[in-house]
């Protein structure tokens, strides 16, 4: 019981599940007794047309879409013989989908990330600037940097190949590692002209 208690994602992700698992909580209070509530998911299809309705408040409460996703994976974690009939309620999420496009995250604009770097270079944060540009090279989240020591980063001096154009960073916890993408994972730098950069602000002896 234990080990099926176990959630492979981040404490963080954990809380947010809970926090929206404790509003629905407290939509069905104010709307059913607590004996209808306890007897809700004994019966999937009731559970799933309950979810769907709630799933429709959420929308028009201008509420955002992840909120709903986080708050359907946390019912079938808690609830694991509903998951072969939420198929309806992952309807909504698409249709929502469809009316509101999902909008990624921004990545670093090429022309900001030079502006930063050069002015961190100016200001004499040649750590900072090395760190940025690890980040950007190598298209990672910036804690991922942050969290790396220099026994993870692999600079072509470290294989005494003066004429790599290549280095490599080793994430120990990737955000992802829980969906597939491996428990490692590396991030590759090709751009030859910051491996000179990257070369003196972490050479052996002077960054650990």
């Not at 079938?76 to 309806?88: D, E, F, G, T, V």
């Not at 100016?122 to 090395?130: D, E, I, P």
């Not at 280095?167 to 590396?186: D, E, M, N, S, Y």
């Not at 991030?187 to 002209?193: G, T």
Request: overall charge positive.
């Amino acid at each position: 019981a234990a080990l099926a208690d176990v959630r492979l994602i981040e404490p963080s992700t954990a809380a947010r599940q809970d926090r929206m698992l404790e509003e629905l909580g407290a939509w069905l209070r104010a709307r059913l007794s607590e004996e209808t509530i306890n007897q809700l998911y004994l019966c999937p299809a009731l559970a799933v047309s309950v979810l769907k309705t709630y799933a429709m408040h959420l929308f028009a409460s201008g509420r955002k879409l992840y909120e709903l996703r986080y708050t359907l994976i946390a019912v079938q974690h808690r609830y694991p013989h509903l998951r072969s009939s939420m198929a309806p309620v992952w309807a909504v999420v698409s249709k929502w989908e469809l009316y509101q496009p999902l909008q990624h995250r921004k990545p670093l604009p090429e022309l900001l990330f030079k502006a930063m770097f050069v002015l961190a270079c100016l200001k004499g944060w040649t750590r900072w600037s090395a760190s940025l540009l690890l980040g950007f090279e190598g298209i990672a989240r910036i804690g991922e940097i942050l969290a790396a020591r220099r026994h993870d980063l692999l600079l072509p001096s470290d294989l005494a190949e003066t004429e790599s154009a290549v280095a490599f960073l080793k994430i120990r916890l990737p955000k992802t590692r829980f969906r597939g993408r491996g428990r490692v994972q590396h991030l590759k730098i090709r751009h030859a002209a910051s491996l000179p950069f990257l070369e003196r602000v972490f050479e052996i002896g002077r960054a650990s």
